[in-house]
């Protein structure tokens, strides 16, 4: 048998060059460089991820990934003033701020004073660094080993936020992660990971942004455990720049009798990929797995969706809506699985499209794969155009058809943005999602 050569990209390539510059100045202890040679091993024998690989079919990160930006330098000062001026969006939200510039933790712009009872945050690199066993005890056991994204992840992460949350304690101000990157055309490898012990409550808050001109890199992961009745939300904005390469992955384990809720709001970067790994790990617990995505041009957005059920009477919903204008390029690919064990299983998937243009595509993929019998499970897809006879019903009455159709796509996003329970969050998407139609009506 004649021997094959796997042809590497230039990204690939240059990927190998940096982890190979870079890995003895990566903190961490030998167990953590171990962690990191077999994560860079799986990638330097695989590549990038591509479309021949059934969850990247609608990805091929290695086409759309022509090169790879160096690795991010510290902040400077100017990174830093221009980083005081992020999450705008968010407007009188109040938040505890835990900053980032470039994948660096800053903490003069960050809110470290009078931390609530039972809240500890820090930086991972120096958790790292400092050989933290709490903190090594669950990096990298969460996130699935196998995926590519998350390999390269692991090999380069360098910083991100480690925040633990005690038992019984109650956080009444949401937790900001705010991801801010400057105008260097760089690449960032940020990990973070939060931890909610039993009976806790918090809601976190986790932002992407960065300006139009630089088309750097972004590959994020979060880690979260969440513990038996423990309460704890997690509210994801990309509002990366135009020209941003985004790759992001949520890992979240939830214990017995815990409520979870993860909202996904995409309205930046020109490829982003979300990916959700979820495992229900104890019994009776309740998730709801939402997102809304706003794109023009041709921008390119793939949320990709595993929802694992392993444990007796768990319920989840999930909910992902998409509107599509000009040459956009939007893929929705959800999995329900449900394993021997979890009898009693509740889980509805619906995934809808809304086209606002002949030329925009939509890749809709729900699944199931159902190893118990006794389980009430279903999932839907839609894709179309706006309804012509409601949009008429609006314009008899006197409405002009722009603000028509502004109203219709607001209420179809609006039930998916409706399930944050931060009413003040809920707000401040919606006037994104106004901003983005007003900008689409001024064109």
Not at 103 to 121: C, K
Not at 162 to 177: C, D, K, N, S, Y
Not at 182 to 203: C, D, E, H, I, Y
Not at 222 to 249: N, Q, W, Y
């Amino acid at each position: 048998m004649a021997d094959v050569t796997v042809i590497k990209t230039a990204a690939e390539t240059a990927l190998a060059q940096a982890y190979e510059a870079a890995r003895d100045q990566l903190p961490g202890d030998d167990a953590v460089a171990s962690q990191r040679e077999a994560a860079f091993a799986l990638f330097a024998k695989e590549g990038l991820p591509h479309r021949r690989i059934e969850e990247w079919k609608y990805t091929d990160l290695r086409a759309l990934m022509r090169e790879a930006k160096p690795l991010a330098s510290p902040p400077d000062a100017a990174a830093k003033a221009q980083a005081k001026k992020a999450a705008a969006f968010l407007g009188d939200v109040e938040t505890r701020r835990l900053v980032f510039v470039d994948g660096a933790f800053v903490p003069e712009l960050s809110d470290l004073s009078a931390l609530e009872p039972g809240l500890t945050v820090g930086s991972l690199a120096d958790a790292l660094a400092e050989g933290d066993p709490a903190v090594l005890a669950h990096v990298g056991k969460l996130a699935p080993k196998g995926d590519l994204a998350v390999a390269l992840n692991t090999a380069f992460m360098g910083d991100g936020a480690v925040i633990r949350i005690a038992a019984g304690a109650t956080i009444e101000r949401p937790l900001h992660l705010c991801f801010v990157a400057s105008q260097k055309p760089a690449a960032t490898f940020v990990r973070s990971l939060v931890v909610a012990a039993p009976g806790a409550r918090a809601m976190l808050i986790e932002s992407h942004e960065g300006p139009s001109g630089s088309d750097y890199q972004v590959n994020a992961a979060l880690e979260l455990v969440v513990g038996d009745g423990a309460h704890v939300d997690h509210v994801k904005v990309i509002a990366e720049g135009a020209a941003a390469l985004h790759v992001s992955t949520l890992a979240a384990a939830v214990g017995a009798k815990a409520r979870f809720n993860a909202f996904t709001f995409t309205m930046g970067g020109a490829v982003v990929r979300n990916q959700i790994f979820l495992n229900f790990d104890g019994e009776d617990t309740v998730a709801g797995i939402r997102g809304a995505t706003l794109l023009r041009g041709r921008q390119h957005a793939d949320t990709t969706l595993f929802a694992n059920h392993i444990a007796h009477g768990c319920q989840s919903r999930e909910v992902f809506k998409t509107v599509l204008d000009d040459e956009a390029h939007g893929v929705f690919q959800g999995r329900i699985i449900v394993r021997r064990g979890a009898q009693k299983t509740d889980a509805k998937m619906m995934t809808q499209a809304l086209l606002l243009s002949d030329r925009a595509e939509a890749d809709n993929k729900p699944e199931l794969e159902i190893f118990a019998d006794d389980v009430q499970c279903g999932h839907g897809a839609t894709s179309g155009a706006l309804d012509k006879e409601l949009k008429f019903y609006l314009m008899a009455r006197g409405i002009p058809a722009a603000e028509a159709e502004a109203l219709l796509i607001e209420a179809f996003l609006n039930e998916a943005i409706a399930g944050i329970e931060h009413a003040g969050l809920r707000e401040a998407l919606m006037d994104c999602v106004v901003g983005w139609l007003k900008a689409r009506g001024a064109r």
